[in-house]
């Protein structure tokens, strides 16, 4: 399993899922992927469906509705997968830790690998983030 | 027409409904007015001053319950906006949807939230709100008491007294 995670982390393709944010750290994934900071050079696409994808980003405090589509997203993707969570809301639901329309955490629902914090994380934040977790799954170190 | 022009007009057609006008700064004015009389000011203000309705907004103070419905004239950039109040405990107003179409789905989402019920309304579903979400509990009112046993509401994060 880990030989096949480290094939695939040469090119690792994104799927970007939003559980109710406000849509700038969406944007902020976005800009990564503009030729300014290209990581579209490394091979990391965006892909339209959830079974092409290996590495899952997911932005927005997790509303009670967008909870039961996450965790039969997390169902569908094909593992091994990695999970990425970008933007204070998605770490601990952030200022809407008293909403009443987000109960739970993310990462009591699924298990979450890497976790970028920042209201929005700068781009060079996401891709400081995302190389750490490379280098530690390929040093072997990672969690799976 | 020009600003006074407007305020004048409204001024003198429904001189028994209106409260109170309230001048905020020369693009907004607030005018308050009776609860029985919003048809026919809604209706005025956008079939014959051709206004735009821009959104509704509703709040629950302590001894009342009020509704805004903001509407923009954009040749003099003048937005008015209607103020309701509504007693307690008898939370009903007549609904606007008959009129005009873009009022449906935010008085929709003002009766899940607050509660407040529109007689008229065509079709008044959940529109925001999940379907396992219990009746009759408005979650933006004074008195909403967290009702979830199983929400999870501190960071786990435990801090060392010394």
């Given at each position: 399993?880990?030989?096949?995670l ?10 970007h ?15 990564c992927l503009?030729p300014?900071?290209d ?9 339209g469906?959830?079974?092409?994808a290996?590495?899952?980003?997911i932005?927005g ?6 909870m039961?589509?996450?965790k039969?997203?997390?169902?569908q993707?094909?593992?091994p ?7 204070e809301?998605?770490?601990s ?17 699924i298990?979450?690998?890497v976790y970028i914090?920042?209201?929005p994380?700068?781009p ?19 969690k799976? | ?15 028994d ?5 309230l001048?905020k ?9 009776k609860?029985?009389a ?15 309705f ?6 629950d103070?302590?001894y ?8 923009l004239?954009?040749d ?15 939370l009903e ?6 009129i ?5 789905w935010?008085e929709r989402e ?11 309304h065509?079709d008044?579903?959940r529109?925001l709100?999940?379907d396992?979400w219990?009746?009759g ?6 008195d909403?008491?967290?009702w ?6 501190d960071?786990?994060?435990?801090c060392?007294k010394?």
């Amino acid at each position: 399993m880990s030989i096949k995670l480290n094939a695939l982390l040469n090119s690792p393709w994104l799927f970007h899922l939003s559980t109710g944010s406000c849509n700038n750290c969406d944007i902020e994934i976005l800009d990564c992927l503009t030729p300014r900071f290209d990581i579209e050079r490394f091979g990391m696409l965006l892909v339209g469906s959830i079974k092409h994808a290996d590495v899952l980003l997911i932005t927005g405090s997790g509303n009670r509705k967008s909870m039961e589509r996450v965790k039969r997203l997390y169902e569908q993707i094909p593992k091994p997968c990695l999970v990425v969570a970008v933007g204070e809301c998605a770490l601990s639901r952030g200022m809407f830790i008293h909403s009443y329309n987000c109960p739970i955490p993310i990462d009591k629902v699924i298990p979450v690998d890497v976790y970028i914090p920042g209201c929005p994380p700068k781009p060079e934040a996401i891709i400081a983030g995302v190389v750490k977790l490379i280098e530690k799954v390929k040093a072997g170190t990672a969690k799976k | 027409m020009t600003r006074e022009e407007v305020l004048g007009d409204l001024r003198k057609k429904f001189k028994d409904d209106i409260i109170e006008v309230l001048d905020k700064s020369p693009k907004r004015v607030y005018i308050e007015i009776k609860p029985e009389a919003i048809i026919q000011v809604a209706s005025y203000i956008f079939k014959d001053l051709k206004a735009r309705f821009n959104t509704a907004s509703g709040v629950d103070t302590r001894y009342h319950m009020e509704i805004l419905y903001h509407f923009l004239i954009e040749d003099i950039n003048l937005l008015i906006s209607l103020r309701i109040k509504i007693q307690k405990p008898k939370l009903e107003i007549d609904s606007l949807a008959t009129i005009f179409e873009g009022v449906n789905w935010i008085e929709r989402e003002i009766h899940e939230i607050l509660g407040i019920n529109f007689k008229g309304h065509p079709d008044l579903r959940r529109l925001l709100l999940p379907d396992d979400w219990p009746d009759g509990v408005y979650p933006l009112r004074r008195d909403y008491k967290e009702w979830d046993k199983n929400a999870i509401r501190d960071r786990g994060v435990k801090c060392q007294k010394q």
